[in-house]
């Protein structure tokens, strides 16, 4: 898994959360152990399937990161990560994965993406179960951390 | 999404739980309401990607029938969800669409399907976000609840 396949995801988020939330991230620096997991407490994933590979995507919020994206694209703060703040992360790991798809495309490189699941709960762990590389790209800002996370089977 | 397409999923669950951990689940009464949601403490998602549809699948587990499972299947039962229980539901959820996927093959109905992804995390709650049908279907042991999920966007 190289940068350049990387990049438009990690760009896909950075402009994604900066463009409907005015929320800028920080990028820490990118883990390649099968052994880290990414921790949080809403999480959007997608699968995608390719004719040469295919791999899985997440992306993880801490709760008040999750609360304060949420407050600044929709004018009000939920209390609690509710079904509204589930679809906002589902929507931003589709947009970002759609992105990235459309700018893999064009360089040859095809796959299909299934539909988003997301999921919530106090500090729950992602793990993708692939025997390919692995990439988890953590992700600083005041209210809290991002992971994002791509694997590939090969 | 009809009975012929969402069968081999339940059959595939139940033999599979049956075979590799003499495990057997009560098939409950499904759901197709989409506000209902999957809730338990070890997931197994995975992503679908055909040519006519794509979707996603989920199968949720209690943490006392996640254990006993393991223990069945290893012979030894674990304190607690840890990263070899995580396998193995990772395994059960891609051995599952396997079949169900070579099953509904044969009858011309074609998808792909990416890698598995594992959710840990007590109590968390499962949403697939797609506009399309949902099956929820919940399956009941002595040892705690099941929840397979099926989901696709048309």
């Known amino acids: 898994m190289n ?3 990387v990049n ?4 896909g988020l950075l402009n994604v959360l900066e463009t409907m939330a005015q929320t800028t991230l920080k ?5 390649r152990k099968q052994s880290e997991i990414a921790k949080g407490d809403v999480s959007g994933l997608i699968g995608m399937v ?3 590979v295919k791999g899985s995507l997440s992306i993880t919020f ?3 990161l999750a609360l304060t994206i949420m ?12 079904g509204e703040v589930g679809d906002m992360v589902g ?4 947009m970002i994965c759609g992105n990235a798809k459309r700018d893999l495309s064009e360089r040859g490189f095809e796959f299909g993406m299934a539909t988003p699941i997301v999921v919530s709960g106090k ?9 390919g590389p692995k990439l988890i790209m953590p992700f600083h800002s005041e209210e809290g951390m991002a992971h994002l996370e791509i694997c590939f089977d090969k």
Chains 1, 2 share one sequence.
């Open 8 to 11: 438009p995801f990690i760009t």
């Open 27 to 31: 990028p820490g620096k990118p883990k």
């Open 71 to 82: 407050e600044r694209m929709v004018g009000e703060r939920p209390d609690t990560i509710d």
């Open 91 to 94: 929507e931003v790991v589709n």
């Open 62 to 64: 801490d709760e008040e």
């Open 123 to 131: 500090q729950h762990t992602i793990s993708h179960q692939v025997d």
């Open 50 to 52: 390719g004719p040469q």
């Open 3 to 5: 940068a350049e396949f």
